[in-house]
């Protein structure tokens, strides 16, 4: 196992807490909601044994990093900024390998089409494309896998729902991997993370931000096409979105190399599979 290390980015108006690992091309990481960096423990090893330089933060509002008060501090633009700026702080002056998970994969789609110049290439994870999510959204199936979004927009009600019960509410849906795929262990260090002095506001805050970019229209409505070589990763068993949203449109990711689809995985598809998504990554980065 190579050795981690843990630095500080200091960003433009965050401070970015980040785990390090192997020599190497840069990969970098973005966990989703409700993980950190740890998210991607399995994979971190993985990739720095076979040859890679491994950056992953925890996004902003999250664990160790800073945590800015106010909604409009998650906007998916200051997200994706944070990445770009990440990558050039640990000088990826050519890019980076990024990869994202769930809202990480969020930021990932959004740092791609932002910042071309800084991704090399992109894997995602159970995420679809903004405009397949967007489509999804429309259909009362997706909907009905989705109320918690609606939800978290209350004030401050989700944020003691969640707390309750040592965080119940947030360990429940890890309940849907496979069996042992979150060790007690495991489930103490996300506990540990979400304990952090103003990390539940900060975390829905992601959720917030977008939901109010879509009230006031504060959104582009033709994002740029994702010029990078794109894989998706897709376990089939995710209970939070349809199998169907996994396929871009061929107009919003031209190069998109692959959807591979696991049928034995959920949502939480890199702890499920662990050594099947790192090898898939492993491949797709170095190609």
Known sequence: MSERRHGYAELDTVRLHYVEAGDGPLVVLLHGFPEFWYAWSHQIDALAAAGFRVVAPDMRGYNLSSKPA???????????????????????????????????????????????????????????????????????RQLRKSW???????????????????????????????????TRSDVDRYVEAWSQPGALPAMLGYYRAAFRARLTRHVDPEPAPVAAPTLVIWGERDRHLGAELAQPHAADVPNLERVERIPTASHWVA????????????EFFGG
């Open 70 to 140: 106010g909604v409009a501090s998650y906007a998916l633009s200051l997200l994706a900024a944070d990445v770009r700026d990440l990558i050039a702080e640990r000088g990826g002056d050519d890019g980076a390998l990024l990869a994202g998970h769930d809202w990480g994969g969020v930021v990932a789609w959004a740092t791609a089409a932002a910042h071309p110049d800084a991704v090399r290439r992109l894997a995602i994870l159970n995420m679809p494309h903004p405009r397949r999510m967007l489509e999804g959204l429309r259909t009362v």
């Open 271 to 282: 702890h499920d599979e662990p050594e099947l998504v790192s090898r898939l990554l492993i």
């Open 148 to 182: 918690y979004i609606l939800f978290f927009q209350l004030p401050g009600v989700p944020e003691r729902l969640l707390r309750a019960r040592r965080f119940e509410a947030l360990r429940g849906p890890f309940h849907e991997a496979r069996a042992g795929a979150f």
